[in-house]
Nanobody, 122 residues
Framework: QVQLVESGGGLVQAGGSLRLSCAAS????????MAWFRRAPGKEREFVSL????????SYADSLKGRFTISRDNAKNMVYLQMNSLKPDDTAVYYC???????????????WGQGTQVTVSS
């Protein structure tokens, strides 16, 4: 099992960048595929990105590919989401999640962080 804590959110101007971090505690971090999801005001939680156990494979929501980059450092039990060219529509609470499988659906993830707020002003 693993505990997840996100950080790095904040207020940024449109066109700016942020890097979110997810710190994991647990002895089996490298056994999990990791993902980022987000939930904007008035919208359902949506898939952002995932990364495989070793970090060799990644996947992104089509609308975000090219702007966001997911990475992980298993030695440090950390997952990151680099967000560039941010838009007001990116405003949301961003969540880190862990799963033993490869999924894009939130229901398949058994471990979640508390979320970190990202606000992009116009």
């Amino acid at each position: 099992q693993v505990q997840l804590v996100e950080s790095g959110g904040g207020l940024v101007q449109a066109g700016g960048s942020l890097r979110l971090s997810c710190a994991a505690s647990g002895r089996t971090f490298s056994n999990y595929n990791m993902a980022w999801f987000r939930r904007a005001p008035g919208k359902e939680r949506e898939f952002v990105s995932l990364i495989t156990r070793s970090g060799s494979g990644t996947s992104y929501a089509d609308s975000l590919k090219g702007r966001f980059t997911i990475s992980r450092d298993n030695a440090k039990n950390m997952v990151y989401l680099q967000m560039n060219s941010l838009k007001p529509d990116d405003t949301a609470v961003y969540y880190c999640a862990a799963s033993p499988g490869l999924f894009r659906a939130a229901r398949e993830y058994g471990y979640w962080g508390q979320g970190t707020q990202v606000t992009v002003s116009s």
